[in-house]
């Protein structure tokens, strides 16, 4: 046996996020986001689930801070819902949707958890999708607005502000792959949304600021690494296309104030180009306090013919989840490394990471020995990391609980607890007792 340590300091978490766990979608003045309609459209959401109850965590909010001090865990990283503090997404603030994150918040702070708040977790209100959303420069200020809403009304409260989860999900998968919300194939568009959400996310900054709050603010991107097939320069190159596309785009502004040239001029070439105005780069390219990284996947690529970024990636046997993903612990190492090496030594929070798999339930419990190793597997490479000088801060496990799983509905399992979602009940796994013991003791057995 080995001891895997994690440094002293380190803070083990927890992640969620709004859509995916409260349900009460029409309570309190709540308005309607992009997913309410997303959901509602048949064929979007797998078996036309929906988020109108979800977990019901809207009401059920004491018993899962309950499982979250029992978890052990210092931090709880969870989402607002932007349409239930602006039900139209601007104007008129809806104070019981406030108040609803006050009790919520409280009790974490009670329980001696410390909040870290997503603004941004895809459920745009649906009054700003109708004219445009973020393919529209003004919802960057109506968004800039809301974070300002929610800084004043939270001050001293909540200390660790994301702006964004996501912002590749936000423009690509939601504008170019169609599979999210509003749900379009459009890569011009996909690059409007992606830049808009940047130059919102610094404009947020800046108002953060300028506000002097305080606290720390940063952004969540997902990230996945390739890895060359082979030592053809060529696949080598059609993998650095596939990682710019995916993670250097949404990095690379915010470190250097520019997207990165291999994608860029890659995309110009088929007619494509990032809507930038004067300015805009230097907005995006605010300090700020951490780097969030949400990582499950990746895989080994070479040049491909048929896409539009010349790759194509290789099945080169990885066991895969539950959900069809690739495991590959490696790649969140890698990923560190660019990152440190690129753009230096940031403070890192794992801001997501977890497996979905479909629980065995047995005699006495839910055994779910694939979740654990998978976690397992990726906190001895984030271990690495550290050890070699990765500034990584903390580890936000995906997810608390089982939750709607946007496009899968509820199909798909994430948590270390399970929700019996006609009853709601909530049972603990094996992975949370796992867990648990790693947030006590600060290190794991391999
Ligand atoms: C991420 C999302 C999160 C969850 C996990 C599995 O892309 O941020 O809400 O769905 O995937």
């Known amino acids: 046996m080995a001891l895997v340590q994690f440094p002293k300091d ?8 709004a859509y995916q766990i409260e349900g009460a979608h029409n309570e309190d003045g709540r308005g309607m986001s992009i997913w309410d309609t997303f959901s509602g459209t048949p064929g979007k959401v797998y078996n036309g689930d929906n988020g109108n109850i979800a977990c019901d965590s809207y009401h059920r909010y004491e018993e899962d801070v309950e ?3 029992d978890l052990g865990v210092r931090a709880y990283r969870f989402s607002v819902a932007w349409p239930r503090i602006y039900p139209q997404g601007r104007g008129e603030i809806n104070p019981k949707g406030l108040e609803f994150y006050h009790k919520f918040v409280d009790r974490l702070l009670a329980n001696g958890i410390e909040p870290m708040c997503t603004l941004y977790h895809w459920d745009l209100p649906q009054a700003l999708q109708d004219e445009g959303g973020w393919d529209n420069r003004a919802t960057i200020d109506a968004y800039v607005d809301y974070a300002e809403t929610m800084f004043r009304s939270f001050a ?17 998968l939601s504008n170019l792959l169609g599979e999210h919300a ?29 506000l002097g709050v305080e606290g720390e603010i940063g952004i969540a991107p997902n990230t996945e690494w390739f890895e060359p ?19 250097g785009w949404f990095i690379e502004p915010l470190f250097k104030g520019e997207y990165p040239a291999i994608a860029s001029d890659w995309y110009k070439k088929a007619g494509f180009e990032p ?7 230097e907005t995006i390219r605010q300090p700020i306090d951490f780097l969030g990284i949400n990582y499950y996947t990746g895989g080994v690529g070479r040049k491909g013919d048929d896409d539009p970024l010349g790759f194509e990636a290789v099945d080169v046997g990885f066991d895969k989840t539950d959900i069809g993903w ?13 990152i440190r090496n690129e753009y230096g030594g940031i403070p890192i929070y794992i801001t997501e990471n977890g497996a979905c798999y479909d629980d065995v339930k047995a005699e006495g419990g839910i055994r779910d020995a694939k979740r654990i190793d998978y976690i397992k597997k990726h906190l001895i490479q984030l271990n690495r990391a550290i050890e070699s000088g990765v500034n990584v801060k903390g580890y936000m496990l995906w997810s608390l609980m089982d939750n709607f799983e946007w496009a899968w509905g509820y199909s798909k399992r994430f948590g270390l607890v399970h929700v019996d979602f006609r009853t709601l009940e909530r049972t603990k796994k094996d992975s949370y007792y796992w867990y648990k013991k790693i947030a006590e003791v600060g290190w794991l057995e391999v």
Request: charged share 20%; aromatic share 14%.
């Open 156 to 172: 001293g409260k909540i200390k660790k502000w994301i702006t964004f989860n996501e912002p590749w999900c936000i423009s690509i």
């Open 67 to 69: 499982l979250l001090k």
């Open 182 to 210: 509003p749900g379009y194939r459009d890569f011009q568009l996909a690059l409007n949304v992606g830049h808009h959400v940047l130059v919102a996310h610094g404009e947020t900054v800046k108002r953060f600021r300028a």
């Open 229 to 247: 097939y082979s030592a053809k320069p060529e696949d080598a190159a059609a993998c650095d296309r596939r990682n710019a596309y995916f993670n």
């Open 10 to 17: 380190f803070v083990w978490g927890a992640a969620t996020a």
């Open 275 to 281: 809507p930038v105005r004067n300015g805009d780069m």
């Open 326 to 338: 690739n495991i590959y612990p490696q790649g969140l190492l890698n990923v560190l490394n660019w």
